[in-house]
């Protein structure tokens, strides 16, 4: 059965450094998302992406953010400065019918020390 | 904003018990999804209910979406230890899955 995978599993990071945390959508889907999870809260949507561009985010989605698909078949989330608050698990999802229907990866945990 | 509730915020039952989890949107609900998550993991998705009076039922689970209360609930019958997990509803007025606060179920032996 076709699933979202993420690499890395796990991030650990100093604090102000750059991370990239990578995701393989379902190969014949065309929505991508980000969403993430702060220990203890909520599922909170980040991004959604399609057809090569960013098509909604929220307003944790701030300058230090980025989204890109650089190829075929990955996506990805940079972090360009990371913060201590930061630190969540970041889950990517994508969907073949836009917001209905997602697909869950299995998430990166962040850590920023 | 639509914000969703969800009680219990934990449960523990008995194995082989049945359970109720209940999902309440602070809006109209145009579309409801249930997830399974556990703990540090990602989320699997269980069911997505898109009509007033819906139901659907797979395996051991059960959930139904009621419109004009604006809620859903997710049936549990004889609970089994595979089934423990948070539950996570998901409502997506637009481009984005809104969550609600999840329940966390403890199946004991």
């Known amino acids: 059965e076709p699933e979202v995978t993420q690499t890395p599993s796990h991030q650990v990071t100093q604090m102000g450094q750059e991370v990239i945390l990578r995701c393989v959508p379902i190969?014949?889907?065309?929505?991508f998302y980000w969403y993430r999870q702060i220990l203890g809260q909520k599922v909170e949507f980040l991004v959604s992406f399609y057809n090569n561009e960013i098509s909604e985010k929220s307003e944790i989605f701030d300058d230090q953010f980025s989204v890109e698909r650089p190829d075929g078949s990955n996506f990805t989330l940079k972090i360009r400065s990371t913060k201590l608050e930061d630190s969540a698990m970041y889950f990517c999802a994508s969907s073949d019918r836009g917001a209905r229907g997602q697909f869950f990866g299995p998430g990166t945990r962040l850590t920023v020390l | 904003s639509q914000e969703l509730e969800q009680s219990p915020q934990s449960l523990i039952v008995q194995e082989g018990k049945n359970l109720t989890i209940n999902c309440t949107s602070s809006?109209?609900?145009?579309?409801l999804y249930w997830y399974k998550q556990k703990y540090g993991e990602g989320l699997i998705f269980l069911m997505m209910l898109q009509k007033g009076g819906e139901e659907k039922s797979h395996e051991k689970i059960t959930a139904k979406l009621d419109e004009k209360k604006q809620q859903s609930s997710l049936h549990i019958t004889a609970s089994q230890p595979s089934h423990a997990g948070i539950y996570l509803c998901g409502a997506a007025p637009h481009e984005k899955l809104t969550f609600g606060t999840g329940t966390r179920l403890t199946i004991i032996p």
């Open positions: 190969s014949n889907h065309l929505y």
């Open positions: 809006k109209t609900l145009y579309g």
